[in-house]
């Protein structure tokens, strides 16, 4: 599967899922899922992940985000020109990325916020609100990772 296919695939997704919470959901709603582990919860995050900037003054952080995002999309872009057909899993790893970045900071260009709703933890232990672009862009991370490590250790 290509980069830009696997971008469009997470892109559409995720949009689907912020569309589907915030027209049928109230801001601040919650629905349990799987008890009180794994709810649905309607929140808008002004910031990054886990509120990063969140109280920064929206003057200077849309312009922030925005760059940062048109940034890593320039890198992933250009590294993936580089990488061999073989591949594979790395290309799927920045599909993933790009994909994350572009649902996010679609959400940041219509709303100023980005729309979070997965909800878990236990009892009043719980994770920061995310949503599937966040997942994606972790994930896409972790996969790079560990194919770097998986190539370190080959090498020795």
């Given at each position: 599967m290509?980069?830009?296919?696997?971008?469009?695939?997470?892109?559409?997704?995720?949009?689907?899922?912020?569309?589907?919470v915030?027209h049928?959901?109230?801001?601040?709603?919650s629905?349990?899922?799987?008890?009180?582990?794994?709810?649905?919860?309607y929140?808008?995050?002004?910031?990054?992940?886990?509120?990063?900037?969140?109280?920064?003054?929206?003057?200077?952080?849309?312009?922030?985000?925005?760059?940062?995002t048109?940034?890593?999309?320039?890198?992933?872009?250009?590294?993936?020109?580089?990488?061999?057909?073989?591949?594979?899993?790395?290309?799927?790893?920045?599909?993933?990325?790009?994909?994350?970045?572009?649902?996010?900071?679609?959400?940041?260009?219509?709303?100023?916020?980005?729309?979070?709703?997965?909800?878990?933890?236990?009892?009043?232990?719980?994770?920061p609100?995310?949503?599937?672009a966040?997942?994606a862009?972790?994930i896409?991370?972790?996969?790079?990772?560990?194919d770097?490590f998986?190539?370190?250790?080959?090498?020795?």
């Amino acid at each position: 599967m290509t980069l830009r296919r696997v971008a469009w695939i997470l892109f559409l997704l995720d949009q689907g899922s912020k569309a589907l919470v915030a027209h049928g959901m109230r801001l601040g709603q919650s629905w349990p899922l799987i008890g009180n582990f794994l709810e649905l919860t309607y929140v808008q995050n002004p910031g990054a992940a886990f509120g990063f900037l969140a109280s920064a003054p929206a003057i200077w952080r849309a312009p922030f985000f925005i760059l940062v995002t048109l940034g890593a999309s320039l890198l992933v872009y250009a590294y993936q020109r580089f990488l061999p057909p073989e591949a594979k899993a790395v290309r799927v790893a920045l599909g993933l990325i790009w994909g994350g970045a572009l649902g996010n900071f679609t959400d940041r260009l219509w709303l100023g916020k980005v729309v979070d709703f997965i909800d878990v933890g236990i009892r009043q232990y719980r994770w920061p609100v995310f949503n599937l672009a966040d997942s994606a862009i972790t994930i896409g991370l972790g996969l790079l990772i560990l194919d770097f490590f998986r190539k370190r250790q080959s090498e020795n």
